[in-house]
């Protein structure tokens, strides 16, 4: 919530800041975006940073596409003046603590994360303050205030191996995501305590259809991001982060796939598989694409990242001293090969 406070007021300032400059009344629609987005890249040394689940022409014009893991690394390594992530809030502010001196822009600041929101640093405090032998593993997708309270960030690429590491008899903490918990647990055999946290997109896939699918689809397989719920998790061939989905379809097999994501890492695995059927998993209530979109990710348009660059705001702003704390988790994570 504290998260979501900081989030709005930044935001405040920022569009009194963007109607000073005339931003608001902008003809963006004469506009060549695609052009302009690459000669601001040029002009003011910027790097935009993109994740599978942005719209297509985002993906298209990212310097760097890729899931969680991958984008926090390349937030670390880039020698970039600016930083443009077209992502989430949590995504972006990943990127500021690694570069506590770079400018971080966020093309819409209302792109949150309902995961990241199920998990309130006040009450995640109280939580391990009960359990103070725990080892505190967070999930990236949580606020700048809950990395501070933990030992390690861990992502849907790495959290197996993270969990893995650590001593069998090492009581641990595993937060925010419930389903990612559970299925690292089955993976693992350990026993973790877990925060009961989790994301509505991948809550909303419904088994019903998935299985009616696969009986009209009979040599489809279906494929499930780890932060699906555990009967979705059961009935999939293989689970992973959003890049080890899209490794997946270009590397077995078979031809047909239902893919249990956010619709948009479609836009990729089309691209690189071009005669493979990819269906996307159906989800509970009927919408135009019958498929799961972020509402989050989705906020950032064309427009809003062209905006951004030009008048480089909205920007993310964390306080040094949470940076500072939350540093050393994300750091541990990233030291892990
Ligand atoms: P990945 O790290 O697998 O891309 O997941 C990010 C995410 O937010 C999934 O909902
Ligand atoms: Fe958060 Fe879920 Fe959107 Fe991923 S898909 S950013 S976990 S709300």
């Known amino acids: 919530m504290q998260e979501k406070e900081n989030a709005m007021e930044a935001l405040d300032v920022a569009k009194k800041n963007l109607e000073d400059a005339?931003?608001?009344?902008?003809?963006?629609?004469?506009?060549?975006?695609?052009?302009?987005?690459?000669?601001?890249?040029?002009?003011?040394?910027?790097?935009?940073?993109?994740?599978?689940?942005?719209?297509?022409?985002?993906?298209?014009?990212?310097?760097?596409?890729?899931?969680?893991?991958?984008?926090?690394?390349?937030?670390?390594?880039?020698?970039?003046?600016?930083?443009?992530?077209?992502?989430?809030?949590?995504?972006?502010?990943?990127?500021?603590?690694?570069?506590?001196?770079?400018?971080?822009?966020?093309?819409?600041?209302?792109?949150?994360?309902?995961?990241?929101?199920?998990?309130?640093?006040?009450?995640?405090?109280?939580?391990?303050?009960?359990?103070?032998?725990?080892?505190?593993?967070?999930?990236?997708?949580?606020?700048?205030?809950?990395?501070?309270?933990?030992?390690?960030?861990?992502?849907?690429?790495?959290?197996?191996?993270?969990?893995?590491?650590?001593?069998?008899?090492?009581?641990?903490?595993?937060?925010?995501?419930?389903?990612?918990?559970?299925?690292v647990m089955k993976q693992t055999g350990r026993d973790m305590l877990l925060w009961d946290g989790a994301c509505l997109v991948h809550e909303a896939f419904s088994i019903e259809k998935i299985l009616n699918l696969i009986k009209e689809n009979p040599n489809a397989k279906v494929i499930a991001h780890p932060e699906s719920e555990t009967h979705i998790l059961k009935v999939a061939s293989y689970v992973g982060s959003t890049t080890g989905l899209l490794n997946y379809v270009q590397e077995d097999d078979h031809n047909e796939f239902i893919i249990a994501t956010e619709h948009g890492i479609i836009h990729q695995m089309k691209k690189k598989v071009k005669n493979k059927k990819l269906i996307p998993a159906p989800i509970n209530q009927n919408n135009a694409c019958a498929c799961s979109e972020c509402e989050f990710m989705k906020m950032n348009t064309m427009e809003k990242l062209y905006l951004c660059m030009k008048y480089e705001l909205p920007e993310i702003t964390i306080p040094q001293d949470l940076m500072k704390k939350a540093l050393a988790p994300i750091e541990r994570m990233l030291a892990v090969k």
Do not use: W
Not at 26 to 33: G, S, T, Y
Not at 72 to 84: L, P
Not at 122 to 135: G, L, M, T
């Open 22 to 183: 005339g931003y608001l009344n902008l003809p963006v629609e004469n506009i060549d975006l695609v052009k302009e987005i690459n000669r601001l890249k040029k002009e003011k040394n910027a790097v935009i940073l993109a994740h599978f689940y942005q719209e297509p022409a985002i993906q298209d014009i990212a310097d760097h596409l890729g899931d969680s893991l991958y984008l926090a690394r390349k937030a670390a390594e880039t020698d970039a003046d600016m930083i443009v992530f077209a992502g989430v809030h949590f995504m972006a502010e990943t990127a500021k603590i690694l570069n506590p001196d770079k400018k971080v822009l966020l093309p819409d600041l209302h792109a949150g994360c309902s995961l990241a929101d199920s998990c309130p640093a006040v009450d995640f405090k109280a939580f391990i303050d009960q359990h103070p032998d725990h080892y505190v593993i967070s999930y990236i997708n949580c606020s700048a205030e809950v990395k501070a309270l933990s030992d390690i960030i861990c992502t849907s690429s790495n959290a197996l191996q993270i969990v893995r590491s650590l001593p069998e008899d090492q009581p641990i903490i595993f937060a925010p995501d419930k389903h990612l918990g559970e299925f």
